[in-house]
């Protein structure tokens, strides 16, 4: 059974930083087909930080240059360094994986983690 497990959210002021985990057990762990996507109150789920086809990260608009993706294989875990963060950051923060990597479908959420930056 897969699971994915977020940790790492919390509280901050605008400016800080936090850094998000994804702990996958159950899961032929590969970072390419992985990703971390966000749920603000009242608006629709939107990627964070996902791949393309030839594997390169891709980030949000909004999050460029600020966010990070990143992966320790070993400990099948993945990552999201997020620094200069916002007010319109806040949110819920789902890391997520394929089971089909070149596919589109992301199979398997995490619970998510909260996200609340402060002004």
């Known amino acids: 059974q897969v699971q994915l497990v977020e940790s790492g959210g919390g509280s901050v002021q605008a400016g800080g930083s936090l850094t998000l985990s994804c702990t996958a057990s159950?899961?032929?762990?590969?970072?390419?087909?992985m990703g971390w996507f966000r749920q603000a109150p009242g608006k629709e789920r939107e990627g964070v930080a996902t791949r393309d086809s030839f594997a390169n990260a891709i980030y949000s608009d909004s999050v460029k240059g600020r966010f990070t993706m990143s992966s320790d294989n070993a400990k099948k875990i993945l990552f999201l360094q997020m620094n200069g963060l916002k007010p319109e950051d806040t949110a819920v923060y789902y890391c997520a994986a394929k089971s089909l990597c070149s596919g589109n479908l992301y199979n398997y959420w995490g619970q998510g983690t909260q996200v609340t930056v402060s002004s």
């Open positions: 159950g899961y032929n762990y590969n970072p390419y087909c």
